[in-house]
């Protein structure tokens, strides 16, 4: 019998397209591997980037390219966020990431979670959420009372108040970098010329770079 042998011009296209067969199952574990969400726990929280809107001011006057922030809740098996949107909310946790730009998320925990979050205070936490903060409106102009509440303030708020904890250190306005263009018109069009600058806020990077959480999962 003779031998059968491939020219160097067929032999290219039929090395790559076994490359891209046994590739493809790979490339799905690795996809499914970066999405994994199956070992988030309750009071983890999700940060992603959304610069439509207030975003890109929010990058621009914290120094941070995360926008928004949520806690990871779960009830029967199921994960959501806890977040303040148009009012304060309850999303199922994928519906949360796909919002986000390119889909990209960072999960932090609180440092000793396991042990500092009892099933009593995680109780309290739910009762909080639900009692004061639950179907509230967006506040857009980052107050500090509980009348409407903004995305980090209602991750701040919940853990100050149920386990005594600051996760990230609180700031006055004026102390965010307001140089920029889009910041001033944004402040422009929020406050006109009676801009809060002694208010007390707290960014999503300032929660973000809290010492007390650590980072547990991000695709």
């Known amino acids: 019998m003779k031998?059968?042998?491939?020219?160097?011009?067929?032999?290219?296209?039929?090395?790559?397209?076994?490359?891209?067969?046994?590739?493809?199952?790979?490339?799905?574990?690795?996809?499914?591997?970066?999405?994994?969400?199956?070992?988030?726990?309750?009071?983890?929280?999700?940060?992603?980037?959304?610069?439509?809107?207030?975003?890109?001011?929010?990058?621009?006057?914290?120094?941070s390219k995360y926008t928004h922030c949520g806690m990871i809740w779960s009830d029967e098996g199921k994960l959501f966020v806890w977040e303040a949107g148009p009012v304060v909310m309850i999303t199922p946790l994928d519906d949360f990431i796909k919002r986000g730009k390119n889909s990209h998320y960072v999960v932090k925990r609180l440092k000793g979670r396991d042990t500092l979050l009892s099933a009593e205070l995680e109780n309290s936490m739910k009762t909080l959420f639900y009692r004061t903060f639950y179907n509230k409106p967006y506040d857009l102009y980052f107050g500090w009372n509980d009348e409407k509440i903004y995305c980090s303030e209602l991750v701040w708020k919940i853990y100050s108040r149920t386990t005594g904890l600051e996760v990230g250190k609180t700031e006055k306005l004026r102390d965010c970098d307001l140089s920029h263009p889009v910041v001033k018109m944004k402040l422009k069009e929020r406050y006109g010329n009676d801009i809060p600058f002694d208010e007390t806020v707290i960014s999503p990077a300032d929660i973000f770079n809290s010492e007390l959480l650590e980072t547990v999962s991000t695709n």
Request: glycine share 8%; hydrophobic share 40%; with cysteine.
């Open 3 to 63: 031998k059968l042998r491939l020219s160097r011009k067929l032999l290219l296209p039929v090395l790559l397209a076994t490359a891209v067969c046994i590739g493809q199952p790979a490339m799905k574990r690795l996809h499914k591997s970066q999405t994994d969400t199956s070992g988030l726990k309750r009071g983890d929280v999700i940060f992603q980037v959304n610069e439509m809107g207030q975003g890109r001011a929010i990058q621009l006057a914290t120094h």
